[in-house]
């Protein structure tokens, strides 16, 4: 991935720690936050299938792409404020599936 996105994630992290602190609470409604970006992107899904009749199709794929990636960009500001590296950790992750793949 483009070194940007790690920089945007420690970035994000730095400015929600300077806005709302970095007690167990706020890393609490971070990891939080993740639920309710995966409820967006599940709407999304759900508005362009047209799944609720009241509202017909209100979604397109690239709309629910968009909120696919605010849940994965989450879950790295997330991991950034564990104090983990959000980089070292999706490498390992990928690693783990790679071997995997390869059984």
């Known amino acids: ?7 945007a994630a420690r970035a994000s992290r730095g400015w929600l720690d300077a806005a709302n602190g970095t007690g167990q609470t706020e890393l609490t409604c ?22 609720n009749p009241r509202k017909g199709v209100t979604h397109t794929r690239e709309d629910v792409a968009a909120e696919l990636a605010d849940v994965a960009f989450t879950a790295l500001v997330a991991i950034e404020s564990l104090g983990l590296d959000a980089q070292t950790a999706l490498d390992s992750c990928a690693a783990k599936v790679r071997s995997r793949l390869a059984d």
């Open 30 to 51: 971070r990891i939080l936050k993740l639920t309710e970006e995966a409820g967006e992107a599940s709407a999304a899904w759900i508005g362009l299938l047209g799944q």
């Open 1 to 7: 991935m483009d070194e940007s996105i790690w920089e």
